[in-house]
């Protein structure tokens, strides 16, 4: 018995609020997505739903909402099932390494490619600039140069520096995503 139909249109009429929020977590492999990841999960009280080597689900409590927030695996071979996710996305976070200038012109290009869907087209974008307490450690303003993103005046974006081993920075992460989800809720 398929129960789609009712569901759908139950979530169609009920308050926006009350409707979970989806945070999607993509970038290059090795960029400090998952380690991320469990920074939020600790911040915001997430529980593990479905941990795996492609992609991990965790609900989180951002506001008093609950929030569903997927980690996807940024393996080359694992990107082509990143759109399967884009669909309730509301907040999208894009990791990068900013010691590795070698990959950000990968990054770049992964990047123009989640952007053109158009399921993501109202999804506020957050860039963090990971692994800034690494030598070699490429400034802001190189990174937004690199990755093109002066060239994004048409979308809400941020830029972000962080060091999610370290914890610098998360907290301007979660500031971020919380005011975010509030933006969402209304």
Known sequence: ????????????????????????????????????????????????????KQASEWSLTINNS????????GELKNRQSWPNYYKKVKVLIFVLDSTDALRLS?????????????EL???P??????????????????????MGLDR????????????TRSGSGVQDIVSWISEKINGNRK
């Not at 957050?126 to 140069?145: Q, R």
């Not at 994004?152 to 520096?161: I, P, V």
């Open 66 to 73: 609950r929030v569903q927030l997927w980690d996807i695996n």
């Open 152 to 163: 994004l005046s048409a979308r809400d974006w941020t830029l972000k520096e962080c060091s």
């Open 1 to 52: 018995m398929c129960f789609y139909g009712p569901v759908a249109f139950i979530r169609k009429i009920l308050p926006a609020g009350t409707q979970k929020s989806c945070l999607l977590i993509l970038g290059l492999d090795n960029a400090g997505k998952s380690t991320l990841t469990a920074s939020l999960a600790e911040i915001f009280n997430g529980d593990s739903k479905e941990p795996g």
């Open 125 to 146: 974008l957050l860039i963090v600039s990971n692994k800034k307490d690494a030598s070699g450690s490429l400034s802001m303003s190189t990174v937004i140069d690199l």
């Open 106 to 118: 990968e990054a770049r290009c992964v990047l123009c490619d989640v952007l053109m869907h158009q």
């Open 121 to 123: 087209d109202k999804a």
